[in-house]
């Protein structure tokens, strides 16, 4: 069974940093690639990240290039968001994601405020 665990969210100020990990277990974590989602009021579910399996290629959305960074520690089972520079317009509830089975977690809340 397929189990991704998220944490690392919550609330920062415009400008400041967070890092989101997601567990992973069930499945052979190593030979798969991993994205980071995330949904924001009134709009759709975004990729914001994604990482092939052994960490060598990363791909980002246009809006968080040069602030968001993806890694993975295939030993432990995780990949992460390290968030920079987070802005308002980065609030949202960000899912971790196993794309090849269309596995999802159960969100972390991230919001931007002053």
């Known amino acids: 069974q397929v189990q991704l665990v998220e944490s690392g969210g919550g609330l920062v100020q415009p400008g400041g940093s967070l890092r989101l990990s997601c567990a992973a277990s069930g499945f052979t974590f190593s030979i798969y690639a991993m994205s980071w989602y995330r949904q924001a009021p009134g709009k759709e579910r975004e990729l914001v990240a994604s990482i092939t399996a052994a960490g060598g290629s990363t791909n980002y959305a246009d809006s968080v290039k040069g602030r968001f960074t993806i890694s993975r520690d295939n030993a432990r089972n995780t990949v992460y968001l390290q968030m920079n520079s987070l802005k308002p317009e980065d609030t949202a509830v960000y899912y971790c994601?196993?794309?090849?089975?269309?596995?999802w977690g159960q969100g972390t809340q991230v919001t931007v405020s002053s």
């Open positions: 994601s196993l794309p090849k089975f269309n596995n």
